[in-house]
């Protein structure tokens, strides 16, 4: 039986054998870029999931209310929104990519990881809360600050012809990452019971992080990115705004993944919520369905990287898409814990794919000299949705409950891949007409 990604660097080494029919196969600088992202991203899904699954809970710990949840949840989006375009500026002036990651996104960012686990040191109550709310958007801030310039980076390391199956491969170990951490996590806090178990549990993010940031330190950089630092000179905001909005193209994908992304975000903090407080379910019990996406979503990793490099990074971000709506769709019929498992099952197998394909949608349609600044307007786009969606999410359980707040998550995710489906291109994808070349045509 043939190893998956066995001919894309992971990360021990080189490929066995080198990938097939390249046109510009990976560098040794390439290699060993590729094997540090691979651990880089291995060691970060630790407090990504821990924040995705338990974040919500822990503002619960201290006597919030679900409104709480939702404003935790927006602020941290909405600075994240307000992130982007400055970080993109900093990379189009001046060009380090790899210093802004390691000191936004790979330095502030993970020490507010810490004092997440500070808060019940100092404060209980309502004043805890509001820590806990400066601190995930300070962390929000300063990571996404950082997308633009680790977006220019990543198309630099990973050569197009084998993106899929590398992507795949490192979500393939991001994935057993979740796999275990949500449960460790969910045991840690039915051990420890009170205050003291989120402490444990945020301390345990935080090494992992800091593994991470020691990982992207490895990867080269061949700063400062001249070409892009080339095209900012002269260039304000307003020209930024302008050459992105003038882009129709884009304009169109910004419109799909904004509707798509209201839908995903008014549900997506009340899942776990619902679990707790409707199905009295445990933490343990939470973190295990969470890591049962991840125990699917590694078959899915498998199939989806190399369908990416054969039929398209637009292909797959549409068939998934198209999909996924029956998920939250499904939750109305939910009576009890257990009859999540088939709806996660079937959840971990399309999110690899799709998120695989958001992952690399930036860099297909997106001009190479002007990734930054795209990644900014389509990461702005995501989370000033992410502020949204929360908040509209729970005054749609306020006003009619959580069955039509799952209703109206699954209309907005179909609305938003129709969107896409119908009106965008990826024009620099491998097979284009601009793509084989990897050349953006000639600015008029």
Do not use: C
């Amino acid at each position: 039986m043939r190893l998956p990604f066995r001919d894309v660097p992971g990360p021990f080494g080189a490929p066995r054998s080198p990938a097939t029919a390249l046109e510009e196969p990976p560098t040794p600088a390439q290699e060993r870029g590729m094997r540090a992202f691979w651990w880089e991203g291995f060691w970060a899904n630790v407090p990504e999931t821990v924040l995705a699954t338990y974040l919500g809970l822990y503002v619960i710990a201290f006597g919030g209310s679900t409104g709480q949840v939702a404003l935790v949840a927006s602020l941290s989006s909405l600075f994240a929104a307000l992130a982007f375009f400055p970080g993109a500026r900093l990379v189009e002036t001046f060009g380090h990519r790899k210093l802004i990651v390691l000191a936004t996104g790979g330095g502030v960012s993970r020490v507010a990881l810490l004092l997440l686990a500070a808060v019940p040191f100092v404060a209980r109550g309502e004043t805890a809360i509001w820590l806990v709310i400066v601190f995930a958007s300070v962390r929000a801030f300063s990571g996404y600050f950082a997308i633009p310039a680790w977006t220019s980076l990543t198309a630099d390391v990973v050569p197009i012809g084998i993106r899929g199956r590398f992507f795949a491969s490192r979500n393939f170990g991001m994935s057993f990452t979740a796999l275990a951490t949500a449960p460790i996590a969910g045991f840690l806090l039915d051990r420890y019971t009170g205050l003291e178990g989120w402490q444990i549990v945020w301390l345990f993010a935080f090494a992992a992080a800091a593994l991470s940031t020691w990982s992207y330190a490895q990867i080269p950089d061949p700063a400062p990115h001249r070409d892009v630092v080339a095209r900012a000179e002269g260039r304000g905001a307003g020209g930024v705004f302008a050459s992105v909005l003038s882009d129709r193209n884009f304009v169109w994908y910004l419109a799909g993944t904004a509707v798509w992304n209201i839908g995903l975000q008014a549900s997506g903090p009340f899942f776990n919520i619902y679990l707790a407080e409707n199905l009295r379910a445990s933490a343990l019990w939470i973190g295990s369905l969470s890591a049962l996406m991840s125990v699917t979503g590694l078959g899915g990793l498998v199939y989806f990287g190399r369908l990416m490099d054969e039929r398209g990074t637009k292909w797959l971000m549409v068939v998934t898409g198209l999909l996924i709506p029956a998920l939250p769709a499904a939750w109305v019929f939910v009576t009890a814990p257990w009859q999540v498992i088939f709806i996660n099952s079937a959840a971990g197998v399309l999110w690899a794919g799709y998120q695989l394909a958001t992952l690399n949608m930036m860099i297909v349609i997106a001009p190479p000299d002007q990734r930054a600044r795209y990644a900014a307007a389509s990461q702005t786009v995501v989370f000033a949705a992410a502020f949204v969606g929360p908040l509209l999410g729970g005054q749609i359980i306020g006003m009619a409950g959580y069955h039509a707040l799952f209703g109206f998550s699954a209309v907005g995710r179909m609305a938003g891949t129709l969107i896409v489906l119908r009106f965008v291109t990826a024009r620099f994808e491998r097979g284009q007409p601009d793509g084989r070349a990897g050349k953006a045509p000639a600015t008029p």
